[in-house]
């Protein structure tokens, strides 16, 4: 107990150290240092009464199965907490640190209805001249098409300032991230990759948009991670795992410090002067447990979001989420968005990932770690840009489909599937504004035949159509065309709820042209 005391006084003293240069800080930083040595010193009070109350001492997973002595316990937790102090005296110090304000917003939407109104110039510039052009054999409905384009209602969305945001935001987590687990056997994170229709850019909603995020993980010191894809010659692979193993580090003492070696030093050593392998802490079995993994990222994101600079300007609340760390985030003026942190260890290097969230609605074992092809979805969607003229109206025919989804349980990814097979189809001059109706028929046709085939092939399996940029694996692009729509063929009642439901959205979109029509005339 003289020892917990001691250790105690010791943390006091290192959290109020800020105290003394708070002269040299501003206001509202010495107002966050205050707020974190209330919040650590309320952590540290619990985290005593645990341990005089239990033996099992801090339950947990931040650090791991820690039932040992007390002395190294408190250690390990000051090394840490003396971290997040130091990193965030650090932030507070650095020039140019993140700052975001609500003018800063409004000079971005003042800018952005500056570059509106001069594409639109532009681009009445350019129907002039393709009327010109066109002469006599204008098309009536190409007219449409363009009247329908512009008098639908878009969402005000500033996806690409709101995106920068939360990359920041994410960034500097992660930067606190790297000081807490410096010492600790858990998985390394490498930067996250924006996925999704938000960074896509034709997500539907205007208020609540959710940025998905994608963190590769690779495997810690003296730890190997090993992807088992299932049944062989299955591609999409069901049934993905992580193996984890350890690996021999007594010859690589330069790479990896003065840490012992797991497989050849003795267990008494191992509990003595180092941490446990990541075997003890995050899997069941062999395998890296998604449940225990998320448990563990959960917690230190809820620490970061007390602490983080931009906690200044947003409300941040973590979510209720098994496979993924999901964060509410709302500033002053009641905008709302979502951020989604899925964690995936990458496939060799092609831009497939095993990934801790799945897009199944069905159980699914903890030790499960489900294919996902986010990051080549992206890398798709970014090719077709650099290659579509500066007007193209691909994203926006998408975003409406989504629109007319909302409240139907259609998928959406059945609609994305089907528009980057028509992407790689139909020319990509061919995706303008004059041809945004005829598009969206196109869309509605092609969706309409699968659904009647019961057939809609995923996009990069076993298509030569896949631009060379994305990096699939070989077996990938060998295998046989994987049918998206396999479960209306194993049950007619799907099949015909399906076929209900898509009728509902051509209604849908029948309507919205109309009412376009009736306002034109």
Known sequence: MAATMFFAMLLQSIIQCPQMVGEELDEATHKRMEQCHIYLSQMMTRLLQELEQSSMAWRSL???????????????VLVLLFSLWWWLWKRSHKTGSWKIKEEDLEEV???EEEEEEELEKGEEEEEQEEEESEGEDSDGERDLGRFFAKHIQWPKQNLTYWSKVVEELVDDLFLLFQDLFSD???????????????????????????????????????????LELGTPGEIPAKHTCIRVELECTCMNEQLVGKMLCFLHHSEEELKRYQGPSL?????????????????????????????????????????PSNRSCKLQLKNASKRTFFID??????????????????????????????????????????????????????????????????????????FKTAVMHLLTTIPLSGWRRKDFLQRLVDIMSYLRCCLEEKCLNHFFVGNENVPREIHLPLACQRAEPFNLFWYLVQDPSDHAKALREFGELNDRLKRLVSLCHSERS
Request: charged content about 15%.
């Open 341 to 414: 942190l899925m964690f995936g260890v990458q496939q060799g290097d092609s831009d497939i990932f095993l990934c801790s969230q799945s897009t199944e609605d069905s159980f699914i074992l903890n030790t499960m770690w489900p294919e996902t092809y986010a990051v080549a979805d992206l890398k798709f969607f970014r090719c077709i840009a650099r290659q579509a003229p500066q007007d193209s109206f691909h994203l926006k025919c998408l975003q409406l489909c989504a629109r007319i989804l909302v409240g139907t349980g259609f998928s959406t990814y059945a």
């Open 184 to 226: 600790q056997f858990l998985p390394v994170l490498q930067p996250a990759i924006g996925v999704g229709s938000a960074f896509e850019s034709w997500t539907p909603e205007e208020d609540g948009v959710l940025y998905s995020m994608l963190v590769p993980l690779k495997a810690p010191r003296g730890h190997v991670f090993h």
């Open 279 to 319: 075997l003890h802490t995050l899997c069941t079995g062999s395998y890296l447990d998604v449940q225990k993994t998320m448990r563990c990222f959960q917690t230190f994101v809820s620490l970061g979001c007390r602490v983080l600079p931009q906690s200044r300007y947003f409300h941040m609340k973590l979510l």
């Open 62 to 76: 931040l650090f791991t199965t820690l039932n040992h002595l007390q002395l190294s316990v408190i250690a390990g």
């Open 109 to 111: 939407e003042e800018m």
